[in-house]
T-cell receptor, first 107, second 112 residues
Framework: QKEVEQNSGPLSVPEGAIASLNCTYSDRVSQSFFWYRQYSGKSPELIMSIYSNGDKEDGRFTAQLNKASQYVSLLIRDSQPSDSATYLCAVDDKIIFGKGTRLHILP | EADIYQTPRYLVIGTGKKITLECSQTMGHDKMYWYQQDPGMELHLIHYSYGVNSTEKGDLSSESTVSRIRTEHFPLTLESARPSHTSQYLC???????????FGSGTRLTVV
């Protein structure tokens, strides 16, 4: 049984600071990793994907993957109140989502 | 602009009724999924399909059924709705070897 673990939070971060979200996974052969953002009452939306060890940057977002340690993280630079949401980590194509981390950006 | 459509957006229905939740996508994606999510809780996979005439059950035991007769259409049916079925149902699709999922707006179901 594949598992994806996330700290449920809430994680409170001051506006303008860096928010760091972490995710660990159990299946060593997992190949693809995704971060989704879900606002309250809305559907998840894909914000980052990563397939290779290292960092991948897209605007204020950076995804980091370490397959040896089986973790993937998401950094949000210059956090804004609009970043307040639940962030879901997903592993592989078959749909294994973590429980999500609630992020709250403090104005 | 949504490329995956779910109807109805909200549904209140009585116990014992049969209901079908619709999901259609215009992206030509091979893979489609149904998730159930209660407010503030995690996503649970209930059904998925990797192509026409191919359907599988997910991790969450469900009394629903699905069909995939056309690539773009993946309806979910509850033969006899119960209050325990009250939840949000999310449909998603992805390409084979693609880059993550696209989710629909969801159907919020209330069974009274």
């Amino acid at each position: 049984q594949k598992e994806v673990e996330q700290n449920s939070g809430p994680l409170s971060v001051p506006e303008g600071a860096i928010a760091s979200l972490n995710c660990t996974y159990s299946d060593r052969v997992s190949q693809s990793f995704f971060w989704y953002r879900q606002y309250s009452g809305k559907s998840p939306e894909l914000i980052m994907s990563i397939y290779s060890n290292g960092d991948k940057e897209d605007g204020r977002f950076t995804a980091q993957l370490n397959k040896a340690s089986q973790y993937v993280s998401l950094l949000i630079r210059d956090s804004q109140p609009s970043d307040s949401a639940t962030y879901l980590c997903a592993v592989d194509d078959k749909i294994i989502f973590g429980k999500g981390t609630r992020l709250h950006i403090l104005p | 602009e949504a490329d995956i459509y779910q109807t109805p957006r909200y549904l209140v229905i009585g116990t014992g009724k049969k209901i079908t939740l619709e999901c259609s996508q215009t992206m030509g994606h091979d893979k489609m999924y149904w998730y159930q999510q209660d407010p503030g809780m995690e996503l649970h996979l209930i059904h998925y399909s990797y192509g026409v005439n191919s359907t599988e059950k997910g991790d969450l035991s469900s009394e629903s059924t699905v069909s995939r007769i056309r690539t773009e259409h993946f309806p979910l049916t509850l033969e006899s709705a119960r209050p325990s079925h009250t939840s949000q149902y999310l449909c998603a699709s992805s390409e084979s070897g693609g880059d993550g999922y696209t989710f629909g707006s969801g159907t919020r179901l209330t069974v009274v």
